[in-house]
Every structure is written in C-alpha cells, then in structure tokens.
C-alpha cells in the first residue's frame, strides 16, 4: 500500500457545527502532516506529528484540532470554523521527519464553510 | 528564507511536444527537491524527489536535473499527451527549515 487515504473527500459544514476530517495510511510512515490549500495557491503547512507526537503547530487557530491516534491514523477535528477556512485539507506521510525522504500526499478534503 | 520560483506560470503546447518547466530557489543549502503534479481539485501526486547530491532522476518519459550551485531545478516532460494536463508544483527541503517550501506552479496544457 503506497497511498495516503483521506475521508471525507467533501464536506459542507455550518459555522457552528463540528466535524472531523480523517487521514490514513499503511507504509509505516512516522511522520504525517496536514496543509491547507487555497484555490490557485500552493498548499501551507499546518501541523506536523512526529512518532505520534505533534511537534510542529504553525500557529494554527484553536478552531482546528489535531490529533493522532496510532502510527497510520491522523484526524483533524474542526469547530466554529468561518468562511474563510474553505479551502482543500491535505494529509501527507513521510519515513521520518528527517531530510532525506520524499512526502506522499493523500487526494485532499474539499472543505466548504457556509 | 527560502524563495521558490516557477517559470512559466502557464504553458500551452499540442500534443507531442516536449514540455520544459523550470524551477529556482534562493537557498541553495537544500536537502532535496521533489515535483508534483496536482490535477484540478485533487491531492498532490510526487512525480520525482532528487536529493541534494544527485544531478537528475529520471522516470519513464519524466525527466528532473538539478543545479543544487545555481539553485535550478529543470521538469522535461517528452512527448507530451493531453493526459499531461496538470498544475507541475515544485518543492524544496532546505537545510534549515522542516518545512517544504513550495513554487507557485505552472498550469500546463496540451492540446490535442
């Protein structure tokens, strides 16, 4: 299994409603990452776990929430979000954190707030 | 900081043609760089990564160089089909940041 696998692949959620996007994968990757991507953009780093552990917030809104369960599952849980939190949701898996390995991207969650 | 270019942002070409895509960084302490292709809408599907001592990979009708010195990474796409069409984003793992630093991307397509 070389993929990354990402549910919902859409979702339309109210400002006030909670939801939660889910990322898999199997190759034994310990790192995982979530970036958002505006329309016409390149895609920005949100979060990065290492070993299960966040280590990277990059100032991210409380509003997103992650978490990792296990070594092959990242969830990002979403609350009271506004308009502008549209955008596509990507996941992404590397061997480790350290420089040499490539990143494996999943197909992304369209995320519509209204 | 590091500063990602790709030149062209858009590029049209018929069927057959050979596509060039460039790619410039301003730092040249990277680790590797890897190309994307991203199709409307969806994820990013990793095309090549070459590490920062390797000049070229090469797979099926993709070919990737890079000058790590000039800070120059070159995409050559052979033949190219319509199947080709795609945004080409490049990426860079530099020496002091654990982020990718992403390129713009270039918007191609091929007409049949």
């Known amino acids: 299994d070389t993929e990354v696998t990402q549910t919902p692949k859409h979702l339309v959620m109210g400002m006030t409603n909670k939801k939660s996007l889910k990322c898999e994968q199997h190759m034994g990757h310990r790192a995982m990452y979530w970036y958002k991507q505006k329309a016409k953009k390149p895609p920005e780093l949100m979060f990065v776990y290492s070993y299960e552990k966040l280590s990277i917030n990059e100032s991210v809104p409380s509003r997103f929430s992650p978490e990792c369960p296990n070594s092959s599952l990242l969830n990002l849980h979403l609350h009271a979000l506004q308009p502008e939190d549209s955008a596509l949701y990507l996941c992404?898996?590397?061997?480790?954190?350290?420089?040499?390995?490539?990143?494996?991207f999943g197909s992304g969650t369209r995320l519509t707030v209204v | 900081k590091q500063e990602v270019t790709q030149i062209p942002a858009a590029l049209s070409v018929p069927e057959g043609e050979n596509l060039v895509l460039n790619c410039s960084f301003t730092?040249?302490?990277?680790?590797?760089l890897q190309w994307f292709r991203q199709d409307p809408g969806k994820g990013l599907t990793s095309l090549l990564l070459i590490q920062s001592s390797q000049r070229e990979q090469t797979s099926g009708r993709l070919n990737a160089s890079l000058d790590k010195s000039s800070g120059r990474s070159t995409l050559y796409i052979a033949a190219s089909q319509p199947g080709d069409s795609a945004t080409y984003l490049c990426a860079v793992r530099d020496s002091n940041d654990y982020k990718l630093s992403f390129g713009a991307g270039t918007t191609v397509t091929v007409r049949a």
């Open positions: 992404a898996s590397s061997q480790a954190t350290g420089h040499n390995y490539g990143y494996t």
């Open positions: 730092d040249s302490a990277i680790y590797n």
